[in-house]
């Protein structure tokens, strides 16, 4: 199984609800990464996790909330969203940090109203 | 820091035309280089990747070369399709981890026409 797999694949929210962005890989990878991407942009890093630890948050607002329950699950937890919050989000993975090329998920299409 | 650049697209190409799309990089230490291509409304996909200097990744009729001495792994292939349409980015993955996972470069745009 080469594939990271998102859900939902779309998602429509108001800035008042909660709702959770989910990912998963069965590859064996040791990392695992969240990514913006805004149109006609590359991606953002948001938050990166090794050996299900948060090892990187690039400085990114509370209402994103991360959480790796283990090895093959990653989800992002959102809460009070702004409109400018809607973008693309790729989940992405791969062997260990750093170096190894990443894996990408098909993302969710997030819409803040 | 570490940093990828690409050229500006979009970059307009009739069927069976050569492509390049170049790449420079700026990094500290000898990093890997990846090319990744987004089709409309997916996710990214490697496409090809080089962890040495002069090594050549390929795929699909995509071709680059690591050249450390013009810090580059520009994209080529011999003869583009419709399907071959989509953005491309360029991106380095640093040995030191430091703060980032991989540097992406801004994107180009391809558009074949028929």
């Known amino acids: 199984d080469t594939e990271v797999t998102q859900t939902p694949k779309h998602l429509v929210m108001g800035m008042t609800n909660k709702k959770s962005l989910k990912c998963e890989q069965h590859m064996g990878h040791r990392a695992m990464y969240w990514y913006k991407q805004k149109a006609k942009k590359p991606p953002e890093l948001m938050f990166v996790y090794s050996y299900e630890k948060l090892s990187i948050n690039e400085s990114v607002p509370s209402r994103f909330s991360p959480e790796c329950p283990n090895s093959s699950l990653l989800n992002l937890h959102l809460h009070a969203l702004q409109p400018e919050d809607s973008a693309l989000y790729l989940c992405?993975?791969?062997?260990?940090?750093?170096?190894?090329?990443?894996?990408f998920g098909p993302g969710t299409r997030l819409t803040v109203l | 820091g570490d940093s990828v650049t690409q050229m500006e697209g979009p970059v307009t190409l009739s069927e069976e035309a050569f492509l390049t799309i170049n790449c420079t990089y700026t990094a500290t230490g000898y990093p890997s280089l990846f090319w990744y291509v987004q089709y409309p409304g997916e996710g990214l996909q490697l496409l090809l990747k080089a962890t040495k200097a002069d090594d050549k990744g390929s795929n699909k009729g995509f071709e680059a070369t690591y050249r450390k001495e013009t810090t580059s792994f520009h994209l080529e292939k011999g003869s583009v399709q419709v399907s071959d349409s989509a953005v491309y980015f360029c991106?380095?993955?640093?040995?030191?981890?430091?703060?980032?996972?991989?540097?992406f470069g801004s994107g180009t745009r391809l558009q074949v026409q028929p």
């Open positions: 992405a993975s791969s062997q260990g940090q750093g170096t190894h090329e990443q894996f």
């Open positions: 991106a380095l993955g640093a040995k030191d981890t430091g703060r980032r996972a991989l540097t």
